[in-house]
């Protein structure tokens, strides 16, 4: 007979894992989405002639909607930025994390 370690909130440590997980990918689709979004505003700025200016429209357009579906996303689960600590930082303190090298 396997025994589940639960957490404070009844969850098994499987299940808050796999919580975390969920929340790590949606919390890393938002910041992509919106670093696109900013890639596209700069596009939309830096625009020259109509053709360019009507692509870069679009663009945003697209780049505006998906950051605004993943926002909606990350609320729906919960997620807020407190919540979520950078890994590199939560890695490190385990002793699992990688060093990088400065110059």
Known sequence: MTWLKRNKSGMSTRQYKEEQEEKW?????V?????EWKLARMR???ALGQDQIDYAIYMLEAAER????HL???KNIGLN??????REASASARGTGT????R
Do not use: C
């Open 25 to 29: 990918t949606v919390y890393n689709d």
């Open 31 to 35: 910041q992509n989405a919106h670093a």
């Open 72 to 74: 909606k996303q990350a």
């Open 81 to 86: 930025r407190v919540q979520m600590k950078p």
């Open 99 to 102: 060093r990088t090298m400065s």
């Open 66 to 69: 998906k950051y605004q579906m």
């Open 44 to 46: 939309f700025e830096e």
